[in-house]
C-alpha cells in the first residue's frame, strides 16, 4: 500500500474505534452512495460512460479500503506478531 493510503486505512481504523456506531452509519451511507454511482453507470449514455465508470470505479476503492479498514489493520497487527520484522511498518497499536 502507498504511504497515503496507508493513512487514510490508520485513520478509518481509528475512527470506526473512537465512534463505532457514528461509523458504521458513515459505511451505510458511503455504500448508498457507491450504489447510486453505479446506477449512474447503468443509465449513462455512450458519450458519459467512461466519466461515470470511472466514478463508480473510484467510489467502490476507496468503500472497500474505508470498509475493510478494521480487518486489514487487525491483519497487519497479526503478522507483525508473527513476523517481528513487520514491526516497521507505520500501522496503530491498539
Known sequence: ????TEGLVV????LSSAAPREWEEFIKA??????EAV????????ATLSNFQGQ?????????LLADARRTVENVERLRKA???IE???WPSR
Open 56 to 64: 463508480a470505479v473510484q467510489a467502490q476503492y476507496i468503500f472497500n
Open 30 to 35: 458511503f455504500d448508498a452512495y457507491v450504489a
Open 1 to 4: 500500500m502507498a504511504s497515503v
Open 39 to 46: 446506477k449512474k453507470l447503468v443509465a449513462s449514455e455512450p
Open 83 to 85: 513476523k517481528p520484522a
Open 88 to 90: 516497521k511498518t507505520p
Open 11 to 14: 485513520t478509518a481504523f481509528q
